[in-house]
T-cell receptor, first 118, second 115 residues
Framework: GAGVSQSPSNKVTEKGKDVELRCDPISGHTALYWYRQSLGQGLEFLIYFQGNSAPDKSGLPSDRFSAERTGGSVSTLTIQRTQQEDSAVYLC????????????????FGEGSRLTVL | AQSVAQPEDQVNVAEGNPLTVKCTYSVSGNPYLFWYVQYPNRGLQFLLKYITGDNLVKGSYGFEAEFNKSQTSFHLKKPSALVSDSALYFCAVRSMNTGFQKLVFGTGTRLLVSP
C-alpha cells in the first residue's frame, strides 16, 4: 500500500485478555519498528525487525509482549494477559534498510492502534 | 548508547514570531538526526533530517534545523510561526555506525502557537 497500515485503530479490552495488533508496512521496506506512546509521553521503543536478521527486542517491557514478522512483511504485536498499564497508542513504522542504496533511514509511521485496558 | 534530550515540555509562541524547539543528542560516531511532528490523534510525520553536508537543513512547512556538532544540538526553527504549527514535535537520532539501527526519540515538545 501507499503507507503504513495498522489495525485495529482502536481496541478496548478487559484486563487479563490477550490482544493482537497488526502492522502492514510500506511495500519494499525491510525495516519495521514498534513503538509505544503512553498518554502525554514520548515514544518508547519496543522492537525492531530488519530483513532476516534476529529482531532487536531490547525494548519489550515484559515477557507478556512479543512480536513476529511473517514473510518479511506484515508484523503482529501480541500482548498477553493485558494490564491497565498497557493502555497506550502502539505505533508501527517502516523504513528502507540501513545501507540500502539511497537509504537515509527516515521512518514512515502508521496512524497507530489505541489500546485501552479496562 | 544513543539518547536525545528535548529540555522543554512545551514552547509557547505568538503567531508571526520566530520559534525554536531545542534538541541535543548523544551517539557513538556521527549522527543521523531527524525531526517529526505529531498532530492530535495522528501518527508521526517526517519533517526534516540531517545526514551530512550543510549544517542548516530545510524541511516541510517552512521548518528548518541547524546541526551543531560542537554543541551536539539540532534545534528546530521557523522564522514565522502559524497557529496550525501547534503540535507535538519529536527529535530523533540514530548512529551512522552500522551496529546501531534503532532510531531513538526524545520525549517530545508541545508547541502552542497563539493567535
Amino acid at each position: 500500500g501507499a503507507g503504513v497500515s495498522q489495525s485495529p485503530s482502536n481496541k478496548v479490552t478487559e484486563k487479563g485478555k490477550d490482544v493482537e495488533l497488526r502492522c502492514d508496512p510500506i511495500s519494499g521496506h525491510t525495516a519495521l519498528y514498534w513503538y509505544r506512546q503512553s498518554l502525554g509521553q514520548g515514544l518508547e521503543f519496543l522492537i525492531y525487525f530488519q530483513g532476516n536478521s534476529a529482531p532487536d527486542k531490547s525494548g519489550l517491557p515484559s515477557d507478556r509482549f512479543s512480536a513476529e514478522r511473517t514473510g518479511g512483511s506484515v508484523s503482529t504485536l501480541t500482548i498477553q494477559r493485558t494490564q491497565q498499564e498497557d493502555s497506550a497508542v502502539y505505533l508501527c513504522a517502516s523504513s528502507s534498510a540501513w545501507g540500502d542504496r539511497g537509504s537515509t533511514g527516515e521512518l514512515f509511521f502508521g496512524e497507530g492502534s489505541r489500546l485501552t485496558v479496562l | 548508547a544513543q539518547s536525545v534530550a528535548q529540555p522543554e515540555d512545551q514552547v509557547n509562541v505568538a503567531e508571526g514570531n520566530p520559534l525554536t524547539v531545542k534538541c541535543t543528542y548523544s551517539v557513538s560516531g556521527n549522527p543521523y538526526l531527524f525531526w517529526y511532528v505529531q498532530y492530535p490523534n495522528r501518527g508521526l510525520q517526517f519533517l526534516l533530517k540531517y545526514i551530512t553536508g550543510d549544517n542548516l537543513v530545510k524541511g516541510s512547512y517552512g521548518f528548518e534545523a541547524e546541526f551543531n556538532k560542537s554543541q551536539t544540538s539540532f534545534h528546530l526553527k521557523k522564522p514565522s510561526a502559524l497557529v496550525s504549527d501547534s503540535a507535538l514535535y519529536f527529535c530523533a537520532v540514530r548512529s551512522m555506525n552500522t551496529g546501531f539501527q534503532k532510531l531513538v526519540f526524545g520525549t517530545g515538545t508541545r508547541l502552542l502557537v497563539s493567535p
